[in-house]
């Protein structure tokens, strides 16, 4: 079992920069591919970004890339997710979710645990 716990959301204005963390307890996190989704209010929940295990590869959604970096702290067993150059369209509750075989990739089936959420709203 892996337990997942998001934190860093908030309140912020368009352009500005925010990191989000998801820590993991139960078993050791690089052994797992960990994803960010996001899930905005009327739609359907979809895939951020996610890093392969061993933090060997990382793969962004296009609406993303370039903007969003995510990174892992083995030591912390905790993967972060800094989202820089905010938008209003960003703005979601984000999750973050475990699979031993997602390899970070954007399917949701291949996410076998899941975090709470964490709200991110970004003003114009």
């Known amino acids: 079992q892996v337990q997942l716990v998001e934190s860093g959301g908030g309140l912020v204005q368009s352009g500005d920069s925010l990191r989000l963390s998801c820590a993991a307890s139960g078993r050791t996190f690089s052994n797992y591919g960990m994803g960010w989704f996001r899930q905005a209010p009327g739609k359907e929940r979809e895939f951020v970004g996610g890093?392969?295990?061993?933090?060997?590869?990382?793969t962004y959604a296009s609406a993303v890339k370039g903007r969003f970096t995510i990174s892992g702290d083995n030591a912390k067993n905790t993967v972060y997710l800094q989202m820089n150059s905010l938008k209003p369209e960003d703005t979601a509750v984000y999750f973050c979710a475990a699979g031993s075989y997602s390899g970070g990739r954007g399917n949701a089936n291949l996410y076998d645990y899941w975090g709470q959420g964490t709200q991110v709203t970004v003003s114009s």
């Open positions: 890093i392969s295990q061993y933090g060997v590869s990382t």
